[in-house]
């Protein structure tokens, strides 16, 4: 016969075992509070290595791409933290994403400072990533930018739309570009999605 104390502990076990299998089959984790997931994100956002993943980004809860909009759009944020905020909006392809990011590539605010060529540029890239062929138009707007960096940008966003309506605005734009980077960035994208079309 078993000791009364091992008794207890196996009764014990038993017990939790039965009320485990009674827990509701649809019983989910709590949600973390907002103030949670915010903090959870910015932590993730100003981590030394960072990398774009919708997996991750889930874990953190429901709120994570209304909390990225927040993280780009206010300045008390570091410059890194906003510009990885804008690339992470990439694997959310909604609407309410698709419109801030719309309204980041001309934003008044931006223009002319360095963090501001660095979010246009991601919005740019972000809008190719996640809407592809639908935002090609959008994108090859800014192909008259007067900053060289954010036509590279736009050169490189139009590449990764991955659209072959980007082959002819590519092609057109190549000829008329006065800065060499500039046109390096165009032949390169358009090289790239001829490639992908063979």
Request: proline residues 7%; positive net charge.
């Amino acid at each position: 016969m078993l000791p009364r104390s091992i008794r207890h502990i196996t009764a014990a076990a038993a017990l939790l075992g039965v009320l485990f299998a009674w827990t509701p089959a649809d019983a989910r984790p709590r949600t973390p509070h907002p103030d949670e997931q915010f903090r959870s994100l910015l932590l993730l956002l100003n981590a030394h290595e960072f990398r774009v993943d919708r997996v991750t980004l889930d874990r953190i809860g429901p709120d994570v791409p209304h909390l990225l909009i927040k993280v780009v759009g206010e300045s008390k944020h570091r410059p890194t933290a906003r510009v990885r905020a804008t690339a992470a909006l990439a694997v959310y392809p909604t609407d309410q994403t698709r419109k801030f990011l719309e309204s980041r590539l001309w934003e008044r605010g931006l223009m002319g400072t360095v963090l501001g060529i660095q979010i246009r540029r991601q919005a740019a890239r972000s809008l190719a990533e996640a809407f592809g062929e639908s935002a090609v138009n959008l994108i090859a707007g800014l192909r008259d930018d007067p900053e060289p960096l954010i036509r590279e940008g736009c050169a490189q966003a139009l590449g990764a739309s991955h659209s072959p309506h980007a082959l002819p605005i590519l092609k057109a734009w190549v000829a008329h570009e006065q800065e060499l980077v500039v046109r390096a960035a165009v032949d390169k994208a358009y090289n790239d999605l001829l490639r992908e079309r063979q």
